[in-house]
C-alpha cells in the first residue's frame, strides 16, 4: 500500500507552479460530450480524477489523445448513448456532470448516483430540479440517475436554486447550452470554475452570460462546434502551497495563479501575520516568526473556500492563541480532526464549529487522508510536526493534486512515497493471541 513519510520541520522555500483547475476540468471534460468536432484543452490537470472522466468519455465513443502532459484533444463527434463505466462514475462526485452532458447532447442520460468526498449528505435535489425544470423526466433507482426528455430536447426556462450550489449550476449550464430556447439560473453559485466552464463552452460556440454573478443566462444554440482552450489555475491547489509554506515559516513564490481568485484566502493570511504579496501571475509567501490566531467562516465564492478550510486548521493549530473555524458549507467536514488530535493539536468540534487552542508542538504520527483536502491537511500538519508522519489512503489525496510529492520536495520538504507491503490481517493475530 503506497504512503506518504514525511519528516518535518523544515521550511518550504523556492517557486510552485500551480496546475490546471481541477472543479473547472471535470466539469469541462464532460462538457466536451456536447462539442461536434476536437475540443483541444490546453492547461489540464493531470489528476485521477480527469483520468477516470477521460476514461469515461473514451467508454462512450469519444477519441482521447494526449498532445503533451497537459495538453489533451477530445473529440466527440461519434459518441454513442452507450452504458457507461459505472464502476468509475461511483467513485467521484463530478461523474453528474455527465447527466447534463448526456441530456445535452442525446436527450437522456443513465448515471450513477456521484461519489466523492465523505463529509456529510451531498444530495443532487437542486440537480435534479434544474434537469426537470428542463423538461427531462428524472428517476433514481438502485443508485443509478435515469433521466429522459419527452421530445428528445431540453427547453430553456427560469430555475431558481433553492441552496448556492456548485455542482447544479455548472450541471445546469451544460444541459441547457443547447436546450431550445433561453434559460437563467437565479442564486447561481460563482466560483471561479463556473467561469471558466462557461468560457470553455462559448469558445466551442455557445451563448452564456452572467456567470460568476448570481444570475446566469444561457440561450440554447443549435450545435458546438471544436476549438482550443486553456483552463485557469487550480484556486485551491494555490491556496494549499500558500498556507503550507505559512505554516513552515518558509518561502515561496506560487506561480500561474490568478491573484483575484485569491483574495480570500490572501486576507486571511495576512490576518494570522503571513506576509503576501501579489503579483500579475504569482503570489509571494513569507511566513511570520509567530503565527497570529483568527476567525475563520467558510462560504461560497468569494468567501474562504470550503475547500480550503482543513489546511486552514493546521494553520490555525501553530498559531497561538484561541482560532475558531466554523464551516458554512458542509454538514460534517471535521471528521480529519481525530487524526490531527494524534499529532497533538488542541481542537474541540461541535458541529459545523471548531474551536482551536493553538500553539501546541505538533508531533508526527502515523494517520489517514479522510478526503481529499483532509488529506492535504495531514501533509502540511505533517510538514510542521517534529518526527515522522506517514500519511495512509493517500489515493484521495491524488484525486486533486498533481505531483503533489514532486512538487514539495522541489519546496525542500522532506517527504516521500513509499510502498508498504500489505499487513495480514489483524484478525489472525486477535485469534492467535486468544
Ligand atoms: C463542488 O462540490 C466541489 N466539487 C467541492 O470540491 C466543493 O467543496 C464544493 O463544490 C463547494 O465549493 C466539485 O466541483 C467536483 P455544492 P458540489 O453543490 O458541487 C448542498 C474538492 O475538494 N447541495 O456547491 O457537490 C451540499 O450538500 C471538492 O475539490 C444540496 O443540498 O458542492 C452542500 O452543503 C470537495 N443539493 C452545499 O449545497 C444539491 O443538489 C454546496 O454544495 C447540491 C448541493
Redesign the pocket.
Known sequence: MEKYVINGGKKLQGEVEISGA??AA?AIIPAALLVDGVCCIENMPQISDTDMLLTILKDLGAKVRLINKSTVEIDCTDVHNGDAPYDLMRKI??SYYLIGAMLGRFGAAKTTMPG??NFG???????IKGMTALGAEVEVKNGFVYAETRDGKLHGTRIYLD??????TMNIIIAAALAQGRTIIENA?R?PHIVDLANFLNSMGADIRGAGTDTVKINGVEKLHGGTYAIIPDQ?EAGTYMVAAAATGGEVLVKNVIPRHLECISAKLRETGTIVQEYGDSVYIKGASNLRRTNVKTL?YPGF???MQPPMCVLLALAEGTSVMTEG??DDRFKYVNELRKMGAEVTVDGRVAVIEGGKPLTGAPVHACD??AGAAMVTAGLCASGTTVVEDIHFIER?YENFVGKLRALGADISLVNFPEEPDNADKVIAIG
Do not use: F, M, W
Open positions: 481541477k472543479n471535470v462526485r463530478a466523492g468526498c449528505v451531498r444530495p443532487i435535489d437542486q440537480h441552496k448556492v450550489s456548485v455542482g447544479a453559485a466560483e485551491i461560497p473556500p470550503t475547500d458549507v458542509y481529499l483536502r486533486g
